[in-house]
């Protein structure tokens, strides 16, 4: 496996590039034309090109209000741990219990603010104890899991795919958590509020994670890795941290794959017409609503029964 040294320049050619930082690889600005991510594709997807403008990092006025949303922030500590990615106490810092003054901490003490501005500095992103305690605790109960010492998140860690789409000439990329070195099996870690077949199944329905194994997928093969399977790792956020790893079904990736091409078509489309229209911004004059389906029998069996209260 090929895999080039980033040397801080904006990427020009396809392939596995070590060294990029997690910031740097979701900039704007990363390729030598315009690139979109499965996060993206989501986005478009499941939303519209209004939704995704508001917070693409190509847009100079971008929303990043989410950039310090605190699941995400536990998400990306656990994968950090986890995934074996080196120098944890480079990127995390845990918060004191105490303020400098030596007072307890408080958000509004002037010594506070200042230490975690000072953190800011420094390119940290701070945890509080509670935070750090549901890091440790997933990072020992995905240690106990008889697949995760399969080693199913085994491989190479911090490396991102990029390659052009070939009928849009977009760039796209992709950053497994790990890259499979001895398999074509990739899989990903989730942190979620529930391992229930109904939950993971609902998460899976709701942020579209069979689009983002289609995409890993695909650009391991434009870049000649050996692709197979891709398969979700889960681990609870709370106690007792359970875990359950599920491999997305073949016809559930051809899908997300279609979901993608309609994606990175309407991304294209968007940024040549520097055009990004909301759900209805595309309609003459009004349209029409109905009730859902559920709805329309629920008041229909009322009605026909009589029922002074709702059932």
């Not at 704007?28 to 939704?51: A, E, F, Q, V």
């Not at 501005?117 to 440790?136: F, I, N, P, W, Y």
Request: aromatic share 8%; hydrophobic share 35%; proline share 4%.
């Amino acid at each position: 496996m090929n895999t080039i040294q980033w040397d801080g320049q904006r990427i020009s050619k396809p392939g596995i590039y070590a060294g990029i930082p997690i910031d740097d690889y979701h900039r704007g600005d990363i390729c030598d034309g315009p690139s979109l991510s499965s996060s993206g594709m989501r986005t478009l997807w499941s939303k519209s090109p209004k939704h995704y403008w508001d917070k693409s990092p190509l847009n100079p006025n971008r929303d990043d209000s989410d950039d310090d949303n605190k699941d995400l922030i536990i998400g990306r500590a656990a994968h950090h741990l986890v995934c074996g990615e080196v120098g944890f106490s480079d990127h995390y810092v845990i918060r004191p219990e105490k303020a400098p003054d030596g007072r307890p901490w408080n958000g509004n003490n002037k010594t506070c603010i200042a230490w975690l501005a000072e953190q800011k500095r420094l390119g940290l992103t701070v945890l509080t104890d509670e935070m750090a305690e549901s890091v440790r605790g997933m990072a020992i109960s995905l240690g106990q899991n008889t697949m995760m010492q399969a080693g199913i998140l085994s491989g190479l860690v911090e490396r991102s795919m990029f390659w052009r789409d070939r009928k849009t000439g977009v760039w796209l990329k992709a950053r497994p958590d790990v890259i499979a070195t001895a398999s074509g099996d990739y899989a990903d870690l989730k942190t979620t509020q529930s391992v229930l077949y109904k939950d993971t199944q609902r998460s899976l329905d709701e942020y579209g994670y069979h689009q983002q194994g289609a995409l890993v997928l695909e650009g391991a093969g434009e870049l000649g890795l050996e692709v197979t399977t891709f398969s979700l790792v889960w681990v609870e956020k709370k106690r007792p941290y359970c875990v359950r790893v599920q491999q997305v079904i073949d016809d559930d990736l051809i899908l997300g794959a279609k979901q993608n091409r309609v994606a990175i078509d309407t991304f294209h489309t968007c940024f040549v017409n520097k055009h990004w229209p909301g759900p209805g911004d595309d309609r003459d004059g009004a349209e029409f609503i109905k009730l859902s389906d559920a709805a329309r029998k629920r008041i229909e069996d009322r009605l026909q029964f009589q029922l002074r209260e709702a059932a």
